[in-house]
Structure formats: C-alpha cells, structure tokens
C-alpha cells in the first residue's frame, strides 16, 4: 500500500517562503514522475510542479521564477520551495506520484498567503 506522507504548509506573509515536503513509502518500484498541484477554494485542482525521474522539470507559468521543485530519488522524497510568496498561492497543496503501475495522491497540506 503506497503512502504519501506531506509536510510544511502553513501561514506565511506576502513575500515570505515555504518548503513543502512529500514522502512516499510502501512500493519498491521506480517513481517516474513526482509532482505538486493545488486546489484554491472554488477553483478546480490544477498542476504547479513536476519532475521526472530523470530530473526534466515543468512549471506551471503563475510559479515559474518564484518556486523550485526537487527530488531525493533515494529518500522517496519531493520537495517545493516556494518563494516570493502572494495571496494568489493561498490553496490545500497536493503531492502526487507515478509509478508503473498508477498514480498516487498525498493527503494535501495547506498553504495560506495573509499579512
């Protein structure tokens, strides 16, 4: 059973920064494509950052600059930090994996961008 375990949102101020963190665990099958996506309220999920295993990476346009994706291939692990932080970025944050055999979603983690 693979688990996806998130960490590091919260309340942050415009301007200010966020690390992200995602941990899968449960398959010893290669993770091709690890990412991040988020869903603001009323709005539908969208994607934010990918990386494949190879470390080719995809930006959505909105972040690009202003976050950096990351992975520790050995530690099952993704990484998102998120910097230079706006209101616009205020959603429940969602790691997802991809391995041969389907795709998996973390729990989501939320990201608010207040003063």
């Known amino acids: 059973q693979v688990q996806l375990v998130e960490s590091g949102g919260g309340l942050v101020q415009p301007g200010g920064s966020l690390r992200l963190s995602c941990t899968a665990s449960?398959?010893?099958?290669?993770?091709?494509?690890m990412g991040w996506y988020r869903q603001a309220p009323g709005k539908q999920r969208e994607l934010v950052a990918t990386i494949t295993s190879r470390g080719r990476l995809n930006y959505a346009d909105s972040v690009k600059g202003r976050f950096t994706i990351s992975r520790d291939n050995f530690k099952n692990t993704v990484y998102l930090q998120m910097n230079s932080l706006k209101p616009e970025d205020t959603a429940v944050y969602y790691c997802n994996v991809q391995y041969a055999i389907g795709g998996y979603w973390g729990q989501g983690t939320q990201v608010t961008v207040s003063s």
């Open positions: 449960g398959s010893s099958l290669s993770i091709y494509v």
